[in-house]
Nanobody
Framework: QVQLVESGGGSVQSGGSLRLSCEAS????????LGWFRQASGKEREGVAA???????TYARSAKGRFAISRDNAKNILYLQMNSLKPEDTAMYYC???????????????????WGRGTQVTVSS
C-alpha cells in the first residue's frame, strides 16, 4: 500500500503562485510514476502533469509554460510549482502514483494505482 498526502493548496489572486507537495509513504519496492490531476466543480478529473521513473515530464496544454512538476526521490515527495495562476486553475488537486511495470499511465486517470485526498486551489480574478 502507498499513502499519498497533498499539501500547499490555498487561495491566491490571478497571476499568483503556489507550490503543491505530495508526500508518499508506505511500501514502495520499485521506481514508480507520479502525477498531478485536478477536478473542478462539475467537471471530470483531468491530468495536469506527470513525471516518470527517470524524471521525464509530461504536461497538459493548460499547464505548459506555467507549471513545473518535480520529485525528490530521497524524500519520496512530489512537487508542483504553479505560476501565473488563472481563475480557471481553480480545482481540487490530486496526487497520483502508479506502482507497476510498463509505461506510466499518462493522463488516463483509471490507469493510476493510488490517489491522495486532494488539496484545494482557488484563484480569484
Amino acid at each position: 500500500q502507498v499513502q499519498l498526502v497533498e499539501s500547499g493548496g490555498g487561495s491566491v489572486q490571478s497571476g499568483g503562485s503556489l507550490r503543491l507537495s505530495c508526500e508518499a509513504s508506505g511500501y514502495i519496492d520499485a521506481p514508480y510514476c507520479l502525477g498531478w490531476f485536478r477536478q473542478a466543480s462539475g467537471k471530470e478529473r483531468e491530468g495536469v502533469a506527470a513525471i516518470d521513473r527517470d524524471g521525464g515530464t509530461t504536461y497538459a496544454r493548460s499547464a505548459k509554460g506555467r507549471f513545473a512538476i518535480s520529485r525528490d526521490n530521497a524524500k519520496n515527495i512530489l512537487y508542483l510549482q504553479m505560476n501565473s495562476l488563472k481563475p480557471e486553475d481553480t480545482a481540487m488537486y490530486y496526487c497520483a502514483a502508479y506502482v507497476g511495470r510498463g509505461y506510466c499511465p499518462g493522463f488516463r486517470a483509471s490507469g493510476w494505482t493510488y490517489w491522495g485526498r486532494g488539496t484545494q486551489v482557488t484563484v480569484s480574478s
